[in-house]
C-alpha cells in the first residue's frame, strides 16, 4: 500500500515532501485537503497514534489569529472540532505510511520512514 501525503498545494513545505517523495520514487499518494474533505475517521486515526498534541498547529497563522478565548482550554475533543472547521490547524505535511505517522518535513526523517 502506497503512503499517502496529506497537505495542500500551495504549502511550500507540502511543495519540498512532494519533490522529496517524487525525486526518491517513493510509492504514494497524494491527498490534498483543501481539494477534498478531509475524513473525520482520518483525524481520529492521527490523534489516536501520535496523539491531538502532535496534529494540532499553534504555530499557524490561522491559530495566531483565532480569538483568545477560542485559545485557550484545548482538548483533544475541541482540537478535533476545530481541525474539521479549518484544516490549515493541522500540522502539515502528513506523511502516513502505514507505520509511520510523520508532521512536517525532514529528509532524514522521510528516508527513515520510507527506507530510501
Do not use: Q
Request: glycine share 4%; net charge positive.
Amino acid at each position: 500500500m502506497p503512503a499517502t501525503l496529506y497537505g495542500f498545494k500551495s504549502c511550500d513545505t507540502v511543495k519540498k515532501a512532494r519533490k522529496w517523495l517524487d525525486d526518491h520514487n517513493v510509492d504514494h499518494r497524494y491527498f490534498d485537503y483543501r481539494a477534498e474533505r478531509l475524513d473525520p475517521k482520518v483525524v481520529d486515526d492521527w490523534f489516536k497514534r501520535a496523539g491531538w498534541e502532535a496534529v494540532f498547529n499553534r504555530n499557524s497563522t490561522t491559530f495566531k489569529e483565532l480569538p483568545e478565548a477560542e485559545k485557550t482550554a484545548i482538548d483533544a475533543k475541541k482540537a478535533r472540532a476545530m481541525i474539521l472547521a479549518e484544516t490549515n490547524l493541522i500540522k502539515r505535511p502528513v506523511l502516513d505510511t502505514g507505520k509511520d505517522l510523520l508532521f512536517g518535513f525532514r529528509a532524514d526523517a522521510y528516508a527513515a520512514a520510507t527506507g530510501k
